[in-house]
């Protein structure tokens, strides 16, 4: 619906030049793939450990394998084709990445530690299941957040709330 072109992971091998797994499930690119992909095709997982790409296969499948660059494995394929493997195949947001900024950091720690006060204060009266972050709890990070960068947006109207809180009103 939005124009991109729906095809079969085979199909898209050889007109691919990024492929990303994240699927969280087993052996997602394998020997068929790699044998159809362009020359310098980058190959990162972001699903699942590191067994959503075949790596035994592509090793079976090198002629030669070569360090590019901290997390950038090159294998050069018997027809001279080099596939790129990045973070060893490991999630690559963990294995390639520096992890995220303090400023990011900061917010999810804050929300993590506030969630866990409102659990111990409000214990008696909750049930034993999996709650979302309290709304009051995270629009206070983000407004403490704001406020630290010296950021000021608008806040809401009570009518705007009440808009968005409703199915009164709008499509």
Known sequence: MDGYTVMSSRDAASVGDVFVTVTGDTSIIREEHFERMKDGAVVANSGHFNVEIDI??????????????????????????RINLLGE???????????????????????????????????????KKVYSVPREIDSAVAALKLASMGIAIDELTEKQKRYLASWEEGT
């Open 56 to 81: 035994p296969a592509l090793e079976s499948m090198a002629v030669e394998k070569r360090q590019m660059r901290e997390s950038v494995m090159q294998y050069v394929l018997k027809d001279g084709r």
């Open 89 to 127: 195949g490991r999630l690559i947001n963990l294995a390639a990445a520096e992890g995220h900024p303090a400023m990011v950091m900061d917010m999810s720690f804050a929300d993590q530690l506030l969630s866990v006060e409102y659990i111990v204060k409000g214990k008696a009266q909750l049930e």
